[in-house]
């Protein structure tokens, strides 16, 4: 959700200043022809038809990064070759003043970052060609004033840039995750799932699936109140954090269920290791509480579908409730 709002965000802002500049580069064509600057003109005439083109693709476009770059590369051209062509008094200059802070818009910050140091530094270089040959004396006093101006700007904006995705990370960790046990949330569950299945696929690996229903839960929290049932849920899931490994993947999938995808291991394997350690791990801090797990797996030859896989383990785990409650 939150990724896909991030991305929004820069397609709208993409379409945005394409209608500006579009509007801008049309008006300076005309202009510019009035003023005898013929070929900057025609320039300009072709890269807002170009433009042009962008924003009506950008709507709809997978690769929105690149046609940003691909703008942005364009309108920085004819912003450094204006500068080159005309005088200092057609103030062209003033357009690189927003080269960082449309860089980190729509790139982000590594790409924006690269990008700006590109862009700023042949802007400051075909400006101070420009100032040296209309006058030498000011060259310091304006070279200075616009390239301190341009460095305050870069690092406001690469400081906010920072920041924003510093915390849109932290937000899109938290969205994944569940927040009484800190799992990862069943939303994902599919989407991690499927993935997991196509690299096992490529690689002729099993995939096993594990999922865990706790016994009469329902019975504990009406019983001892929802406070004693918040602790038992954290401390499963603590035990399973605790024995599964790094490349594993663990789910809240319901109120007291929770799955567990187990790449390139069979179910034996998994039964044999994973549950008896968490046998062990519950014993010393829950001796009392039972629950049932079903097992199923997957590959290495022949592959189930997500869904199929979800059900069969689930099916399995109230195969196991029906017939004898494993204590664990």
Same mark, same amino acid.
């Given at each position: 959700m939150i990724e896909t709002e991030e991305y929004g965000y820069r397609r709208t802002t993409l379409r945005v200043l394409l209608v500006v500049t579009i509007f801008a580069a049309s008006f300076f064509a005309v202009t510019? !022809? *009035?003023?005898? %600057?013929?070929?900057? $003109?025609?320039?300009?005439?072709?890269?807002?038809?170009?433009?042009?083109?962008?924003? #009506?693709?950008?709507?709809?476009?997978?690769?929105?990064?690149?046609?940003?770059?691909?703008?942005?590369?364009?309108?920085?051209?004819?912003?450094?070759?204006?500068?080159?062509?005309?005088?200092?008094?057609?103030?062209?200059?003033? !357009? *690189?003043?927003? %080269?960082?802070?449309? $860089?980190?818009?729509?790139?982000?910050?590594?790409?924006?970052?690269?990008?700006?140091? #590109?862009?700023?530094?042949?802007?400051?270089?075909?400006?101070?060609?420009?100032?040296?040959?209309?006058?030498?004396?000011?060259?310091?006093?304006?070279?200075?004033?616009?390239?301190?101006?341009?460095?305050?700007?870069?690092?406001?904006?690469?400081?906010?840039?920072?920041?924003?995705e510093e915390v849109v990370k932290y937000l899109k960790e938290q969205a994944r995750k569940d927040p009484l046990t800190g799992l990862l949330n069943v939303r994902d569950l599919n989407g991690i799932l499927t993935s997991t299945l196509q690299i096992a696929e490529r690689h002729s690996q099993p995939v096993t699936l594990v999922y865990i229903d706790i016994n009469d839960f329902k019975q504990i929290n009406d019983a001892q109140g929802h406070q004693k049932g918040n602790e038992i849920l954290l401390a499963v899931a603590k035990a399973i954090k605790k024995m599964t490994r790094v490349e594993d993947q663990a789910f809240r999938y319901g109120g007291d269920e929770f799955c567990i995808i187990f790449p390139n291991c069979v179910e034996q394997q998994v039964e044999q290791t994973f549950g008896i350690r968490l046998a062990n791990e519950v014993h010393e801090n829950l001796d009392k509480l039972t629950m049932s797990i079903g097992y199923a797996?997957?590959?290495?030859?022949?592959?189930?579908?997500?869904?199929?896989?979800?059900h069969k383990a689930d099916k399995n785990m109230y195969l196991v409730k029906s017939t004898s409650k494993i204590n664990i």
């Open positions: 510019n !022809w *009035l003023a005898g %600057f013929h070929l900057f $003109s025609i320039i300009e005439a072709i890269i807002a038809s170009f433009w042009s083109w962008i924003l #009506v693709i950008s709507k709809t476009t997978q690769y929105l990064q690149r046609w940003s770059f691909v703008y942005l590369c364009t309108f920085y051209f004819l912003v450094i070759y204006g500068i080159m062509i005309t005088n200092f008094k057609a103030g062209l200059f003033s !357009w *690189l003043f927003i %080269f960082p802070i449309l $860089s980190y818009l729509l790139l982000g910050l590594k790409a924006g970052t690269v990008i700006t140091f #590109v862009s700023v530094s042949g802007g400051l270089a075909a400006l101070g060609q420009l100032v040296w040959a209309s006058n030498t004396e000011a060259y310091w006093i304006v070279m200075g004033n616009v390239g301190f101006t341009l460095a305050a700007i870069w690092s406001m904006v690469y400081v906010y840039e920072a920041k924003r797996q997957t590959g290495p030859t022949n592959f189930c579908s997500p869904d199929s896989l979800i």
